[in-house]
């Protein structure tokens, strides 16, 4: 994949995103500037979410999805690949420490 089909690629998956999260504001009647003085952003820069034009990180994208009562799933399912294998993403536990071949398997604090 050359740069400019990546860059692209996300610019539409950023529309994408940002058009999910406005359907679930509209779906539940809140303006704009509630949902921006609930997340602690100006309208403006919600609207900017919304439209693509400015990159929603990880952390803001929680923080909007708490905003308006549902899961970051809710608003990426549409990319994942059901079709992907599960086994070629290693299982997480969380508190698990990870352990490499080669490697002791606790490193002493």
């Not at 439209?51 to 009562?69: D, E, H, V």
Request: proline share 5%; with cysteine.
């Amino acid at each position: 994949m050359n740069q400019d089909s990546l860059k692209n690629s996300t610019a539409e998956m950023d529309i994408r995103i940002g058009s999910r999260i406005r359907h679930f504001r509209n779906a539940q009647a809140m303006s704009q500037s509630t949902l921006a003085g609930k997340v602690g952003v100006s309208f403006q820069q919600l609207q900017k979410y919304e439209k693509g034009t400015n990159r929603i990180s990880a952390s803001a994208l929680i923080i909007i999805c708490k905003a308006l009562a549902i899961t970051p799933n809710d608003v990426l399912d549409q990319f994942i690949d059901d079709d992907a294998p599960s086994s070629a993403v290693p299982e997480f536990v969380a508190g698990a420490a990870l352990v490499a071949p080669g490697l002791p398997d606790r490193i002493a604090a």
